[in-house]
């Protein structure tokens, strides 16, 4: 029923200071998108659009009548709808400072800090402990790392952010060592401190840093307070094209409207209803704003409750159950106490800051954190009406939406009560998720006993789950038939196999993940029921009526470790490196720890990204259609009903492409056939991204399926079905090997990674009127291949096409290939139509099109001595390449080259096969195979250790490449960097002490286990190909004296420009603030390859080198003439001169080659070497774990920028860290991908990073693999205990869910397994 068209309101609000008036405001806008396109703040990001990553991140104020107070909290602007905004003032990164004007502290901080890599997750970052400060000038460790915790960053691994937050925060006094200038973090086996006048430790100078002065903030707009104090109108409306918002500013406005509307949704902080509204299709004709009611914002405490107003935030939720518990009795706070413990780890701050408690309770979702807690508490609904109030409870039937125990149309929810908990009375809250924060759970539980009074005879008893049905499921039978029963191990096994039986779990059910979940089911009820035990035992001591403690069952103290939960802290860590020589001149920046180039533009939101590029005249936009079937004919595509909605200009498709359209079998936009879903069908170009978008679901695509559909590798190789033929790498005589020595054969699984960089993809094209030239704006790590692609696609020469990269918001492998792709489908457009057109994938169609990190299927047979010696060793890779080539053929090459990693065994042989499926095309990343291929080794390693029951380090020790050696392609290396960077992290982490400890702890607990391992790497850099590493530079110096340095390269935040700079300022002995790199482009330096292969800075540099030393011979004469000149002189005179003051530096490239056939090679320049120690505890009945402590050192040769260069350590660390622990990618039996947000895949979180995080020198993503390895020692412990067999298939990522499920006990013995014939699972596994 929408309303009748009458004019708006109008929609006040202040951004950064400046009233914002608008009219005719469209309810369907959010803050981010107006922020972005109205008023060009585009400082604000757009990374996933559904609240889960932080870069929109935005501080709102606003001024409460009632309690006469300010509110400053954080947002997520893409979730915050415009009009929701009247009367509040937002502050984004711009109205914070700039480098234009005044720095804020924060920005400042957080650039000098080396927080920002690419930058892209930053201006988020700062405006979450912008907005942290604002309430809290000196706030706590705590309260800091609860402001990031709903702050993605991709690159940064998050250390240096912390780092910047922690300047602020109180002084920690818990460092024996402080005052002495060294950290206990330095010390040796010995114990003593291990400081080397060479080695450095500071990357940034505290004593720079300005000063944090709260006075200097902007003030809460006066004229907004005179509105909130005096609204001149009551109700607010404004009508857009298909949606009227109408904001009461009463309750009995509100009521009056709810009873006009009774199918309008109530929006409070539209965390639920802005999401189903955007991505599954819920459209409402009329919406009611809850923002200006404040009669659901009110607070009451009464002697056996409170009452809370349903408009609430979860974040206030939190303050008044803090205050609450501070104040009362600890018996009666036990349900808050349960609440506040899930509020900590609910979402994140903007998230929590936004939520209401009311639209958390109706939403009712699956996975509410909160309503299990509620129901078991028995908590009371106040429902409000035009007829008056009424209570319902909020318990299983409403939970279950049963009509009868439900809100009635008309009605609304006013406050939530939540009584008091009673004496005898217990509740608990229990959760787990794929990691500690800003996850959803997949399995949580509210659980309430009450005793009568003094015994452990249950009276009442209640439990609700979360995660395991369509809602909150209440398990009141098996609550009912257990009232009367004692506290013992009976009555618990009793409840396990109730509870299991009547909250049952389909094997298809939603989610997947069906054992475990029944696994965490029963898990969290044995640690209630040893928590009640606990508490029961300790009040009984206290109470002077009973005297019936010997009653209670004794838990031995090593079975209490069940009842500890893991507490977030802030890391701690010491980052060394070589200091320069101090005889160094001041003004040469190579080595030193220098800021990133764009450091303070990327925390002031100056920098500009492809998207942040203005909208240029006529400008148009374009969204893509792909492929709902994975196999499939297209019989037709009906694009008739588009062209009848608003905007819409064109339907781009294969026939419109005049030249090539990909390769035959990797086409740009399908032909007859598709090979997966997500392959891009057409294309529509309409005047706004939201009618393109709206207009792709108008077209009508219909198929016919096609066989075979493969998605796994098992099947792959059922059907042949391959890209490339086999690698294979062989020495000495595998077969004879392994005739007399004790042998090995098992599988490994690596499943799949994305790469998830923060900026999706996207370009620009703007076609000129003349000679048919284009000009592209493209976030790629290779603009010659998309200038090369663009070019046969139009079928116009390179040269007419200048393709530009100003900077990427992360690239990882994820930006060499694919953009082309996007880059040639857009350039169609844009010549067809004639108009430039921008195409920017939202996250989803991101991580559904363009694949990432091959998945692994790994088969050894390892063949060793009971010495530990390996004496040969037989691998088979499978990797799933997807539905057509793209780099699988290397990454097959790279992965059988780099599988030895760091051992010489005699007697190897290794071959590898990329799989053809029916999924999207995996390419390139990080690491190039390496990181998957590897686990396959040192899992055999592992393996070996445990079959001789010797530490896995002492089996890799004694097969480590000792001297001077070829590797299995016979190229020869010197190992005695690895050998020094093994011992230096043994020595450094303390290894062998804490290995002792380790296994003291894991004696003394047997339901949490600690495990510690150490990882070598050999890992070699570069291509195989010595023309991959040519490299050229163009230098001009200009007669002011100022020097323009263009290279190959692209700024993916790696920092590439600031050491080109460092060097270019080394060679011409030119200060790096006369130098200046405007951005990649194939106009000045043509024909580049791609930056990747951790190869870009060194090959560049050499080219910038050689530039500048060309530069440098010109001007030598002018210089030998007037020595005591000034650079400026000298450049005067040349030009006067005539010297030519520009030049192109090129660096042929270092020598490599592979020859396959004869299985020897040269095919990388060289190789860098590390090793990594982790150490961590696992929760062995939840599968949780915490990382305790990493150190890692690494040999680099000579670093450019210490800082840059211990950032790509730390960032690829804890990338490889979320490959190998939580980062999960789910596909459906039909072969779609249901990981499309940062909801449904979880990369790492500020809570993820070790909580000591130690490094030395660089690294790579493989060395995350040491936290796998760890975790694999601590379920190894676990099942020794268990008297389980200690080896078992390896499947990578170590989620919570296998860790939990090999930690096998009586919990996972007792729960129904499905026969899997009998039924269609949720997801399949594809490696
Ligand atoms: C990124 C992200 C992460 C999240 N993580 C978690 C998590 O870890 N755990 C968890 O439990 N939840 C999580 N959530 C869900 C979150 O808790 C809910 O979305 C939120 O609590 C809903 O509150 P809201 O005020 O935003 O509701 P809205 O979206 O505004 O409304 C939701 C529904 O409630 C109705 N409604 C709201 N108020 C009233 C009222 N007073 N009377 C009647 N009807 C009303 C609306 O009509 C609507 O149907 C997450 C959400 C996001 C976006
Ligand atoms: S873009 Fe808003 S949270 Fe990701
Ligand atoms: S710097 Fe954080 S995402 Fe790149």
Not at 180 to 196: A, F, H, N, P, R
Not at 235 to 257: C, H, K, M, N, V
Not at 1208 to 1219: P, R, S, V, Y
Request: net charge negative; with cysteine; hydrophobic share 35%.
């Amino acid at each position: 029923m929408p309303c009748p068209p009458q004019s708006s309101d109008e929609l006040v609000f202040f951004v950064n200071g400046k009233k914002v008036m608008e009219k005719n405001v469209d309810p369907e806008v959010t803050l981010l998108a107006f922020l972005r396109k109205n008023l060009r703040l585009t400082g604000t990001k757009y990374a996933c659009g559904t609240g889960g990553c932080g870069a929109c991140t935005v501080m709102v104020s606003k001024h409460d009548p009632v309690s006469k107070k300010t509110r400053h909290f954080s947002v997520m602007a893409c979730l915050v709808p415009l009009c929701s905004l009247h009367g509040t003032a937002v502050t984004t990164v711009e109205g914070v400072g700039s480098i234009k004007t005044r720095l804020h502290p924060v920005q400042e901080r957080i650039a000098k800090s080396h927080g920002t890599q690419c930058g892209f997750c930053t201006p988020g970052m700062v405006m979450s402990m912008y907005t942290l400060l604002r309430n809290h000038p000196q706030p706590s460790e705590e309260q800091l790392m609860e402001a990031l915790g709903g702050n993605l960053c991709r690159c940064t691994g998050y250390r240096p952010i912390l780092e910047s937050g922690r300047t602020f925060c109180m002084e920690r006094s818990d460092c024996q060592q402080k005052g002495t200038g060294k950290c206990c973090l330095d010390q040796k086996e010995d114990g003593s401190l291990g400081v080397k006048s060479d080695i450095c430790t500071e990357l940034f100078s505290k004593e720079e840093f300005q000063p944090l002065d709260p006075t200097q903030e902007l003030i809460f707009p006066p004229e907004l307070l005179r509105m909130a104090e005096n609204p001149e109108k009551q109700t607010l409306t404004f009508y857009g094209e298909r949606i009227t918002w109408i904001s009461p500013g009463t309750l009995q406005d509100l009521l009056a409207l709810k009873a006009k509307y009774p199918e309008a949704p109530l929006v409070s902080g539209n965390t639920s209803l802005g999401p189903a509204m955007r991505s599954q299709g819920h459209f409402y004709p009329v919406l009611l704003s809850l923002a200006a009611v404040p009669d659901l914002r009110m607070v009451t405490k009464s002697s056996d409750g409170l009452t809370i107003g349903a408009c609430c935030s979860l974040a206030q939720v939190k303050d008044i159950l803090a205050e609450s518990i501070s104040e009362l009795p600890e018996e009666k706070t036990q349900t808050y106490r349960a609440l506040l413990k899930h509020l900590r780890s609910l979402a994140g701050q903007q998230i929590r800051n936004m939520a209401s408690l009311g639209g958390h309770v109706l939403s009712r979702h699956r996975y509410s954190d909160l309503n299990p807690i509620l129901s078991v508490g028995n908590a009371i609904l106040n429902l409000l009406s035009e007829e008056g109030m009424r209570q319902i409870a909020l318990d299983g039937h409403f939970l279950a939406g049963l009509a009868s125990a439900d809100l009635k149309p008309g009605e609304i929810l006013g406050s939530v009560y939540i009584p008091h908990s009673q004496k005898w009375e217990f509740v608990s809250a229990f959760r787990q998720a794929q990691c500690h924060q800003n996850a959803l759970p997949d399995v949580n539980a509210g659980m309430r006993v009450l005793f009568r009074e003094g015994t452990d005879i249950i009276e009442d008893l209640s439990i609700a789950y979360g995660g395991v049905g369509p809602t909150t499921i209440s398990a009141h039978r098996s609550c009912q038939q257990l009232v009367g029963r004692h506290w013992n191990a009976l009555m618990l096994d009793e409840a396990c196999r109730r509870l299991l039986d009547e909250v049952s779990l389909p094997g298809s059910a939603l989610g997947g993940k069906v054992e475990y979940k029944r696994t965490l089911m029963v898990s969290f009820l044995f640690k209630f029921y040893l928590e009640v035990l606990q508490e029961l035992k300790r009040k009984v001591k206290l109470s002077s009526e009973s005297t019936d403690s010997q009653h209670y069952p004794v838990i031995a103290d090593r079975f209490l470790s069940a009842l500890e939960d893991f507490q977030v802290t802030l890391p701690q860590g010491v980052q060394t490196y070589q200091r320069v020589d101090p005889h160094q001149p001041l003004q040469d920046p190579v080595g030193r720890p220098i800021m990133h180039l764009s450091g303070l533009k990327h925390a002031t939101g100056e920098a500009i990204f492809c998207d942040d590029i203005p909208r240029v005249d006529k400008e148009l936009f374009m969204a893509l259609v792909t492929s709902t079937r994975a196999h499939a004919k297209i019989i037709s595509i009906d694009s008739s009903e588009v062209f009848t909605l608003p905007g819409v200009v064109d339907v781009i498709t294969a026939e419109d492409i005049p030249g090539t359209n990909g390769d035959d079998d990797d086409k740009l936009l399908a032909v007859d056939e598709v090979h997966c879903v997500g392959q891009v069908i057409c294309a529509v170009v309409a005047e706004t991204d939201v009618q393109a978008k709206r207009a792709t679901e108008k077209i009508k695509i219909t198929y016919e399926d096609l066989k075979p559909v493969i998605f796994t590798i098992k099947d792959a190789i059922k059907h042949n079905s391959f890209l490339c033929p086999e690698k294979k790498l062989e020495q000495g005589n595998i077969e004879e090997a392994f005739e007399n020595v004790d042998q090995v054969v098992e599988e490994v699984h690596v499943g799949g990674q994305e790469h998830f960089y923060m900026e999706t993809q996207r370009v620009l094209v703007i076609p000129k009127t003349e000679d048919k030239e284009l000009d592209m704006y493209v976030s790629t790590q290779d603009p010659a291949h998309v200038q090369k692609t663009v070019s046969s696609t139009l079928n116009i020469p390179s040269n007419k096409i200048t393709c530009h990269v100003k900077r990427v918001g992360g690239g990882f492998g994820g930006k060499v290939g694919r953009p082309a792709v996007f880059g040639a489908i857009a350039a169609v457009g844009a010549v067809k139509t004639g108009h430039p057109v921008r195409l920017v994938l939202d996250r989803e169609d991101d991580m559904l099109i363009t694949g990432g990190r091959h998945p692994l299927f790994g088969k050894y047979k390892v063949g060793f001595m009971n010495s530990g010696r390996i004496k040969a060793l037989d691998i088979e890779c499978y990797i799933n390449g997807g539905c057509t080539l793209d780099d699988s053929e290397l990454v097959t090459e790279f992965l059988i080259l780099k599988l030895e990693n760091a051992y010489k065994i005699r007697n190897l042989r290794f071959r590898g096969r990329a799989c053809m499926t029916n999924l999207p095309s995996n390419t390139a990343f990080r690491g190039f195979g390496f990181p998957q291929g590897t686990l396959v080794t040192e899992s055999c390693i592992t393996a070996v250790a445990a079959k001789c029951g010797l530490p896995p380090e002492k089996i890799r020790e004694k097969n480590m490449y000792k001297t001077v050696d070829k590797t299995i392609y016979k190229q020869a290396f010197s190992p005695e960097p690895l050998i020094r960077c093994w011992t230096e992290c043994l020595d450094k982490s303390s290894f062998h002490i804490r290995r002792t400890q380790v296994e003291e702890f894991n004696r003394k607990n047997y339901w949490k286990k600690r495990g510690i391992a150490i990882i070598p790497m050999k890992f070699s850099v570069g291509f195989a190909a010595t023309s991959y590493h040519q490299a050229a530079a163009l230098v001009h110096i200009y007669t002011d004296g100022s020097v323009l340095v263009a290279h190959g390269g692209n700024e993916l935040g790696q920092g590439i420009h600031t050491k080109m700079l460092q060097v270019a300022s080394r060679e011409l002995k030119v200060p790096m603030s006369h130098m200046h790199i405007c951005e990649t482009s194939t106009a000045t330096v043509p024909n580049t390859i791609a930056t990747a292969a951790s190869i870009g800075a060194d090959v560049n540099g050499r080219a910038v080198q050689n530039a500048c030393e060309i530069l440098l011979k010109r001007l030598e004469p002018v210089i030998k003439k007037n020595p005591e000149g000034t650079w400026r002189d000298w450049i005067e005179t040349a030009f006067e001169q005539r010297i030519s003051l520009s030049a192109t530096g090129y660096f042929r490239g270092y020598k490599a080659f592979m020859d396959w056939e004869k299985q020897d090679g040269e095919p990388f320049p060289y190789y860098v070497y590390g090793a990594a120690c982790s150490e961590v505890e696992i929760d062995c009945l939840t599968g949780a774990h915490k990382k305790i402590r990493t150190d890692i050192v690494m040999d680099a040769c000579c670093s450019l920028n210490p800082a840059i260069d211990v950032g790509q350590i730390e960032g690829a660390f804890i990338q490889g860290m979320g490959l190998y622990t939580t980062e999960e990618l789910h596909y459906s039996p039909e072969g779609v991908l249901y990981s499309r947000s940062p909801d449904e895949y979880k990369i790492p979180t500020v809570t993820d990073v070790p909580e000591q995080f130690n490094g030395l020198g660089e690294s790579g993503m493989f060395l995350g693999s040491s936290v796998f390895f760890a975790i694999a020692d601590a379920v190894a412990a676990a099942r020794r205990e268990r008297d389980v067999a200690e080896d078992f298939t390896v499947q990578s990522p170590a989620t919570p869910e296998r860790v939990r499920m090999a930690c096998a006990d009586r919990f996972t013995d007792m729960i129904p397994r499905d026969d899997p014939k009998t039924f269609k699972p949720w997801s399949i596994p594809i490696a």
